[in-house]
């Protein structure tokens, strides 16, 4: 589509005074024809550029590079998570357990009580803002749960360049940062959180969906999922309620296919809200099989399912990695903010290096929650920008099991939301 | 070919593209005012012109391949702005972006006044005229293109660079005396 013949008419810095140059394209131009481009030379003549643009080009492009990668590896990690649910659909009795592409992503709330803002540059935030909504996203999030165990290092040396402090208000600053068209939707211009839980069905599977609306008077683009992450328990502990990504072929059949999610978010651009529009994050809590485990009923599923995806699991850390390792647990940061001010996060209050992240892991702490039956969990969702949370939702019932969340998708108008997927089971 | 010395500009990105981002501060000095008045040309509120060819150079220089291409980069510049122009334009008429910033009267005090009327003059007729004619006009004219290049530019065929720019100018015509009638 380019050709060199081109080059050369605009090819030095002279570019910018096309009135300067000679060129193939104006010889033998009528007298007509080089009015119209006197004119349209001194239309634009003055104009001149905004002295930021060259800043803000330069602090986009490698975020955009980390975004196509990014985009590359959480395809990648699908087909992985994928391949790997696949084959436990035809074993029934391990659906539950298992829990296919969940269990890299357990703990995504617990897992990222550091927060490391303003460590290294802009690089945290890619993670945040990368447009792919499948499990390289949630990968980023959730990986120093998922390897820790098994390899402390990576998870290690990401946490201990934060403490566990929180700080939220750095995280909005990106928005808009990156010149695209509509400037990404900051934390103040999401509002009117809300939630909505259905009843259990018979296998005590619950949905429920969170919504948000672009409260501001312009529109902005979504800059990302945002979090579903467990932000309290009651009777039973949080490090039991593991929080995933929907994928096909996960046991919570009742949300909406993820395709049809991804799709709503155009690559790169994210989900774009006018004024008044919202959004919608829906959810299904499925139960673990074994019911609430007094001790070694579900572990040795849920130790299995991390076994098992072992593999996504180094692809998800892979794709924060390639945002500067640090941005997994920079990503999901809001999503740890609110959760440590609510609950006093006991991980939180440990040490900042691998402690945090290993302790909830269920493998790491096999009897630390009573099996109590009238357990509730609290999970709260907060938008991309950051902290603080727009809306919680109370899970009655729910002790040990996975909540398994979609990319945000457009509510259909800025009326009030409906209880259509509340109704729905799997 | 991207034998660059290391770039005076700000190190702050600190990423490990080195070399391109230094293409990227050459590019930019380049060619960033002339693109940015070429999306003028095609839009008609200045926020947006500077979002637009932003938006190019990002693409642009995001990927790789086409930055090993420093010959063909202005090229791909303009293509990436001319597609984004009318992307946004198809969106503005959308309604989904609200409320452009006018564009700043650029008028300078030694300006006459019958120069910014015709200025202006032009920016509308220019605004009047079918999205195919008006590119094909901006990249003929003011790009200097010849019609064979902004055939390749636009993608279209040299029969119909032909025909949307003797009918963008005859539509021009038409506005232009009508204004001053």
Redesign the interface.
Known sequence: MADDRRGPEHGGPGGSRPGREGGGGKDGLSGEELLLRELMQRAVAELQPDPAGLHRIRRAVPRRRAAVRGAWTGAAALALAVAIALPALHDPEHLGLSGGPGSPTAHGGTASTADDDGTSGTDPHDAEQSPHPGPGATGGSGSPSGPAGSSPSPGASTLNTGPGSSAPAVVPSTAGGDGTLVPLCSRTDLGQGASRVGSADGDGRIYGYFTVVNTSAHACRLGGPGSVAVIGATGTDTGRIRVADHTTGDPATGLPAPAAASATDTAGQGLLLAPRAGYRVDFGWVPDAAGCPAGSGARPSSTAGQGNLAGPGPVGTAGAAQAAGPGGSAGAAPAAAPSAAATGAPPASASPTAGPTGAPSPTATPSTGPSTPAATATLAHTPAPGSPSVATAVLPGACAGTVYRTAPQLLPAPSAPTASAAASEG | MTAVAPGP??S????S?GT??DL??ET???????L??LA??LLDD?S????????A???V????RRVR?P??T???LR?TVVN?SRS?LR?RIL?????PKPMPD?A?AEEGAY?AL??DQ??AALRGLQRRQREV??L???????EA?VA??L?ISLGSVKAYGSRG?AA??VQMEAGHG
């Open positions: 500009a700000d702050g990105a600190g990423t593209a391109s981002e990227l501060t930019y000095q380049a060619h960033y005012r002339s940015l008045r003028a040309l200045l947006t012109c500077e979002d637009v060819v932003q938006e150079f990002i693409r220089h995001a990927a790789r291409e010959e063909k202005l090229a791909y293509q984004l946004t969106r309604g989904l972006r609200l409320l650029m300078s120069d015709e200025r032009l920016k006009l901006v003929r004219y003011f790009v200097d293109m010849t290049q390749e530019t993608g100018l021009l015509r």
